[in-house]
Nanobody, 125 residues
């Protein structure tokens, strides 16, 4: 069973940008991939998910639409989350997960697996 290794987090000022990456130790082409975050004191929530199907359809939670962009490179077994205009409420640990049930449009962490250790994003106001 493969795992992800997330990277790219850091401390940034409000309005700043980050590019998060997660590299899998196995092949991800058949999996929907999701980015999830755990904000301080809150449950894990789906931020953005991308389908494994050729059109690579995407889901974004309302609070990140227009600021977050998910992408994937199956040849590199890597997924990315480009974030612009960061807000303090984006603070949290960001994780990658993979799912074979093709439910990317729900972006529900309960259906994902292969979690990594996460990467911490802190946005200062």
């Amino acid at each position: 069973q493969f795992k992800f290794v997330e990277s790219g987090g850091g401390l940034v000022q409000s309005g700043g940008s980050l590019r998060l990456s997660c590299v899998a130790s196995g092949f991800i082409a058949a999996y929907d991939i999701g980015w999830f975050r755990r904000a301080p004191g809150k449950n894990l929530e789906g931020v953005s998910c991308i389908s494994s199907i050729d059109d690579h359809s995407t889901y974004y939670r309302d609070s990140v639409k227009g600021r977050f962009t998910i992408s994937r490179d199956n040849d590199k077994n890597t997924a990315y989350l480009q974030i612009v205009d960061l807000k303090p409420e984006d603070t949290g640990v960001y994780y990658c997960g993979a799912d074979t049930r093709h439910l990317y449009y729900r972006c529900d962490p309960s259906t994902y697996d292969h979690w990594g250790q996460g990467t911490l994003v802190i946005v200062s106001s």
